[in-house]
Every structure is written in C-alpha cells, then in structure tokens.
C-alpha cells in the first residue's frame, strides 16, 4: 500500500523559507513521477512543481519558478520542496502526490496516490 506522508509546514513571515518534505513507501518508485500540489481557501486545487524520480527532470508552476526547488534523495525515498522568498499568496494546504505514468506531470488526475496534506501559513 502507497503511503506519502508529508511535513514541514508551519508559519512563516513573507520573505522567509520552509522545507517540505514527502516520505514515500509502499512499493519501488522508480518509474514514477512526484508531485507537489497545493490548496488554498476559496481556490481550485494548484499544481506547483513534479519531478520524475528516476532522471530528475523537474518542471514548475510560474507562480513559483525561481523561488522553490523541487528534489528528491533515492536512497530516502525523499522528496523535497524548498520553497525560499515566500509570499502570503503561497498559503495554502501542500499535498505531496504520487504518479505512476512516464515523464512530467501536471494535472492532477495523473496522480493516483496523494498524502495527507502539510499547512503553510505566509504571513505579510
């Protein structure tokens, strides 16, 4: 059974960083691809970042291109989301998400496998 359990979140003054980070177990990985999602109040549910476990290629949202880093450490089954130079428009709910099917992805139905979500909080 796929588990993605996330941490890292909290609250942060506008300008600071936090570090998420999505353990993943279950079963091998390697052909899958990560992903970080997020959900604000009010809001539809945001891709913000994928990484494909195996080659590492990444891609990101525009809203977050340059400031947050997407990686991930094989030998942990570790996926990671460094988010620097933080702004209260990135509050929201951060869903780490799982994805079996080749290469990059971005929507969300690609993802089959979601954890439970981390709550960041940008204060202005």
């Known amino acids: 059974q796929v588990q993605l359990v996330e941490a890292g979140g909290g609250l942060v003054q506008a300008g600071g960083s936090l570090r998420l980070s999505c353990a993943a177990s279950g079963r091998t990985f390697s052909n899958f691809a990560m992903g970080w999602f997020r959900h604000a109040p009010g809001k539809e549910r945001e891709f913000v970042a994928t990484?494909?476990?195996?080659?590492?290629?990444?891609y990101y949202a525009d809203s977050v291109r340059g400031r947050f880093t997407i990686s991930r450490d094989n030998a942990k089954n570790t996926v990671y989301l460094q988010m620097n130079s933080l702004k209260p428009e990135d509050t929201a709910v951060y869903y780490c998400?799982?994805?079996?099917?080749?290469?990059?992805?971005?929507?969300?139905?690609?993802?089959?496998?979601w954890g439970q979500g981390t709550q960041v909080t940008v204060s202005s």
């Open positions: 998400a799982a994805s079996p099917r080749l290469g990059v992805r971005i929507a969300s139905y690609d993802y089959d496998y």
């Open positions: 990484i494909t476990w195996s080659v590492g290629n990444t």
